[in-house]
């Protein structure tokens, strides 16, 4: 299990955004938004595939802004666990109940380039650890220190993580997983950013820089989402 650890000083601003989940049009338009420069970081904390039409275009996105020399870790999602799990085990189904039929149709049968993304999504850290600022997809058992943490529960935890305000560690944890279906980040208690915008429903992608607070949030027209999602599902 990969934790990476991070100084936030090394770094002028700190986004952090979640579930970007194939809409690659909200991915442009965010990195556009914030202007994300060298001396920058960008912590994308999981789920940039399914549901949205394309998943493959975000992953090579990602990998070529990082080439240009902009500073992206991206951290492992649920979403990513269940495209491994489907792949190399052959757990389809769960896949497929959660919108991983349009990531495979944005591979197109290419399955030379979704072997080698594969890979990348392996290698993905569960976690980063900014000090202060602890950036994860799902959450943390609240009863447990960061060591105790296992990846599983750091990419899967819902319930016990979202109804427990308060938890052992003395980090703030940043997370995804959860969406908050009025399109926007929320503060859920003095440790707890909660930044899952609800893409595949809301339309909206949100970020937020760690130093300044400063919230951003890239949306598509939810009647459009909702129509493309309809017809998606007729053929
Ligand atoms: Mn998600």
């Known amino acids: 299990m990969k934790i990476e650890r991070l100084n936030m000083e090394d770094y002028n601003?700190?986004?952090v955004t979640s579930d970007i989940h194939g809409y690659h049009n909200l991915f442009l338009e965010l990195i556009d938004r914030i202007n994300l420069d060298r001396e920058d970081l960008l912590i994308i904390a999981g789920d940039s595939c399914d549901r949205g039409a394309d998943s493959f275009k975000i992953y090579e996105e990602i990998a070529e802004l990082q080439r240009r020399g902009l500073n992206i870790i991206h951290t492992f999602g649920n979403h990513e666990d269940l495209m491994v799990k489907a792949i190399e085990e052959g757990n389809i189904f769960?896949?497929?109940?959660?919108?991983?039929?349009?990531t495979i149709r944005s591979y197109d049968n290419n399955y030379t380039e979704l072997e080698r993304h594969?890979?990348?999504v392996k290698e993905m850290p569960i976690a980063v650890d900014l000090g202060?600022?602890?950036?994860?997809?799902g959450g943390i058992d609240p009863e447990k220190s960061i060591e105790e943490q296992t990846s599983y529960e750091m990419t899967w935890i819902r319930d016990k993580f979202i109804d427990?305000?308060?938890h052992k560690t003395d980090k703030v944890v940043v997370y995804g997983h959860t969406p908050n279906l009025d399109g926007r980040i929320h503060f859920v208690s003095g440790q707890k950013i909660s930044i899952d915008c609800g893409s595949y429903c809301t339309g909206v992608v949100g970020a937020?820089?760690?130093?300044?607070?400063?919230?951003?949030?890239?949306s598509t027209d939810k009647l459009n989402l909702f129509i493309n999602h309809h017809f998606r599902y007729r053929d």
């Open 13 to 15: 601003r700190i986004w």
């Open 94 to 102: 769960a896949w497929y109940r959660n919108g991983g039929r349009e």
């Open 118 to 120: 594969l890979s990348i």
């Open 132 to 137: 202060r600022y602890f950036i994860v997809h």
């Open 164 to 166: 427990n305000k308060l």
């Open 208 to 218: 937020i820089e760690l130093k300044s607070m400063r919230e951003v949030y890239v």
